[in-house]
């Protein structure tokens, strides 16, 4: 058996009192620690700016024309969401104190709070993101309290339900890929066009392709090469819009709180502070993935840190005009993918993003990515998502106690918001939140199931998935994935 490399970890180091870790000596850095080159940091953290660009603009351009906003002004919100979004990376992958998982973690606006936003400020103009604002801010600051403690549900995570989540990552995230390789505009005359989808199988080939054919560092930015070769050739075939670069600013400053004070109405609050309990939730499982992806299992310390960074990231951005913030999973697929594991590398993308909210003319530039191009390589990405979702599950014991009965009720459950949209139509707006999540409904049956069939009225068998209090569910991780 091959000798394990020495990595120095951070996540496992002896902590100092003032916080910080305190390592010891070893031959080299844990490769989640390692820096690279600048022009493969910055072409590497290009490449996650690419695949999440979209996944960032899309909530603004949606919650500011139904709050009434004017074009102008949507696009300053989602200047705006750029800014906030490489700021709260920079504090996940960076950190201070205990602040930030220091994983390759990107974090930007989230989509679970779309619904919601949409209808608390419908049609009422700056008013309505004026108390969207607000609500974020209370609802953040209660995640950043709770945070130490919902940490701790990390011992409910063991690889059958870590399996099970990160597959539904996986899989939840194609219906955006598909939906990107129609043109992401169901109302447009081209949605689902041979042209449309002819671009995005096009880009899809390259990437293999050069997945297949390229070695090194180059084999490393398949996805980001493949963006670009599928944008130039998706400039003679009509579908690039150059509109927003004609009309992007040259500079501009998300000046704070440009919609006027934040207001704080009770319900708009508690439907916030729903949105954010289903945030740490996904954000705790992605951690998870991660944490197993970069080699690095993600224990209560690191989730703890990661959670902080989500809700610390998510009450800074309405300062700044921006919304909640969570992590994006889509950017796990990348990482798992061209298994470039440095969290600086992702820092360098959140500077990027910084970069991007500043100068509106170097971010129309990311947006002249089509839609199918970007949903062709998002295949690739969601894809190795749940393939890192399968590989967990194919060492979970699957075989011993009810295992494979709780992975079967968790998968179906999940499923249910992606192949049956309007299933809970009848139910109450509230609950939507949580229910129209795959991942956070696939992520309670899992856990709830675990607790039934492998905890309650027996004794705990580590090698069939569980993970009981006073056991290290990194090394349950560890132990059922080697």
């Known amino acids: 058996m091959a000798a394990t490399p020495r990595f120095r970890d951070d996540a496992s180091a ?28 910055f072409t590497s953290g290009l490449q996650h700016v690419a695949a999440m660009y979209a996944g960032v603009v899309a909530p603004p351009m949606i919650v500011g024309p139904a709050v009434g906003l004017s074009p102008e002004e949507t696009a300053f919100l989602m200047g705006a969401s750029l800014f906030t979004a490489g700021i709260a990376t920079l504090l996940q992958t960076l950190g201070f104190w205990r602040i930030g998982a220091r994983l390759p973690f990107v974090n930007g606006v989230s989509f679970a709070g779309v619904t919601p936003m949409v209808a608390i ?26 945070a130490p403690y919902f940490c701790k549900l990390v011992r409910f995570f063991p690889p059958v339900v870590t399996g099970t989540v990160i597959t539904l990552i996986g899989v939840s995230l194609l219906p955006v890929a598909f939906n990107w390789s129609q043109g992401g505009n169901a109302t447009a005359h081209d949605y689902g066009s041979t042209t449309n989808i002819t671009m995005a199988a096009v880009t899809l080939v390259i990437v293999l392709a050069l997945r297949r054919l390229l070695r090194g560092f180059l084999q490393q930015i398949a996805i980001l090469l493949g963006l670009i ?19 992007a600013d040259a500079v501009g400053f998300p000046t704070p709180f440009h919609f006027g004070a934040p207001q704080f109405e009770i319900a ?3 439907s916030m502070s729903i949105v954010m309990l289903v945030c740490m939730t996904e954000s705790t499982a992605d951690m998870l993935a ?53 969290r600086f590398v992702v ?50 014991a699957l075989e011993k106690g009810e295992n494979a009965l709780i992975v079967a009720a ?11 949209p309007d299933f809970y139509h009848a139910f109450p707006k509230d609950l939507l939140v949580v229910l129209d999540s795959g991942i956070s409904t696939g992520c309670v049956v899992a856990i709830v199931l675990n607790l039934a069939f492998n905890h309650l009225g027996r004794t705990p068998d580590p090698e069939a998935g569980t993970a009981p209090g006073g056991h290290d569910p990194a090394k349950a991780m560890e132990v059922a994935t080697h």
């Open 347 to 396: 820092a360098a993308g959140g500077g990027i993003l910084i970069l991007l909210g500043l100068v509106p003319v170097a971010a129309s530039v990311i947006a002249l990515v089509p839609l199918p191009v970007l949903g062709g390589a998002g295949i690739v990405l969601f894809g190795s998502v749940a393939a890192s979702g399968i590989q967990t599950l194919a060492g979970a």
């Open 268 to 270: 708009a609050i508690v």
């Open 14 to 41: 002896t902590p100092h009192p003032d916080g910080e870790p305190v390592t010891a000596p070893s031959d080299r850095k844990h490769p989640v620690d390692e820096t690279l080159p600048p022009l493969k940091m």
């Open 410 to 420: 968790a998968v179906g459950v999940g499923l249910i918001p992606i192949a049956a």
């Open 229 to 247: 070769i599928g944008t130039l050739i998706a400039i003679p075939v009509g579908i690039t819009d150059f509109g927003a670069l004609k009309n």
């Open 290 to 342: 991660l944490g197993k992806i970069v080699d690095r299992p993600a224990d209560e310390r690191t989730i703890e840190g990661g959670l902080r960074a989500d809700t610390l990231g998510s009450a800074i951005s309405p300062l700044f005009n921006g919304f909640m913030c969570s992590a994006f999973a889509q950017n796990i697929g990348l990482v798992a993918m061209t298994k470039v594991r440095s």
């Open 121 to 146: 400020g419908r049609d009422r103009g700056h008013d309505g993101i004026a108390v969207i604002f607000g609500a974020i801010i209370v609802a953040s600051l209660l995640g950043f309290v709770l």
